[in-house]
């Protein structure tokens, strides 16, 4: 970190755009702070994805954003979370925030007894939700409800189709059956959905996404071992996608919220690995 601007920016990325709910975290938390976003959108969903293949992704998109000199990371994926947190940990220069999903919160918030834990097969199938399970199921239930197709619909900005409200009737269904009164939102791309999901399960149901705790554990490192960015200053957001671009312009504009620019990430010659598309912005 030595070197670093305090007015560097914070790197965030996932493997599409639901990072985005993280992101928009952050920006209400943090809004002094510049801000890089990379979807990996031409390699999504990591759901699906071999280990390998996801550890790779997050150490090339790490590298780029290392070299446009940002001084944290904020991993916006609870699938690359899970993969490849701890190898990137052992190597990255600079503080890496990650996702976790909230069964702790979800433990504690429950009156049923119940919990629901909505995310990719992969992310359910980890060492680290079984970690998080034995820790805190002692006492509840905790029903792991894998949901395939739904970062898909996420990624097509399908929100309110009935394909996507059919997706979720038959994934919530089993929770609300058996009594769930919680449902952790284990899936960064799912935040999307919330509005959806509370006309399926009503007003009673706790939702809980971890997006905000990431944004103050974020600040918490920033006033820890960095410097926040100065407050006499316009903070900036700049978009980058592995897929094409125009599409994940549209796509990216309509989640954020607001019309946005998103740039490409250039191949190097092998084809499979990011260069530095990511130029640094001009450091004060």
């Known amino acids: 970190m030595t070197g670093l601007s305090n007015n560097a920016p914070i790197g965030v990325f996932d493997s599409g755009a639901g990072g985005l709910s993280v ?27 071999d280990e390998d293949f996801i550890a790779d992704r997050a150490t090339t998109i790490t590298e780029s954003l290392l070299d446009a000199g940002v001084k944290a990371i904020v991993v916006a994926c609870n699938t690359a ?57 002692k006492d509840i239930q905790i029903i792991l409800q894998p949901c395939p197709g739904l970062v ?14 059919e997706l979720l009737i038959r994934y919530l269904s089993p929770l609300l059956l058996a009594g769930a009164d919680t449902l952790v939102l284990g899936c960064t791309h799912y935040p999307f959905l919330v509005p959806l999901i509370r006309k399926i399960v009503g007003p009673d149901v706790a939702i809980i996404d971890p997006a905000t705790a990431v944004a103050k554990e974020l600040g918490r490192r920033l006033q820890g071992k960095l410097t926040p960015a100065s407050r006499e200053r316009v903070a900036d957001v700049r978009f980058f996608s592995s897929s094409a671009t125009e599409d994940a312009s549209l796509i990216i504009s309509a989640l954020w919220g607001s019309r946005v620019v998103v740039r490409g990430l250039k191949r190097n010659g092998s084809g499979n690995q990011i260069s530095s598309a990511i130029e640094p912005r001009a450091l004060g």
């Open 81 to 137: 979370t899970v993969v490849a947190i701890e190898k990137l940990r052992s190597w990255c220069p600079v503080p890496v925030v990650a996702m976790e999903p909230a069964i702790k919160p979800a433990a504690q918030t429950t009156k049923s007894g119940v919990v629901g834990v909505l995310a990719t097969s992969r992310t359910l199938a980890s060492p680290s939700v079984a970690r998080l399970c034995a820790a805190y199921g």
């Open 152 to 165: 898909e619909q996420v990624e097509k900005v399908q929100l309110q189709s009935e394909t996507t409200r």
């Open 23 to 49: 992101l928009r975290a952050i920006r209400e938390e943090l809004p002094m702070e510049d801000l890089l976003y990379v979807a990996d959108s031409g390699h999504a969903p990591y759901g699906d994805r």
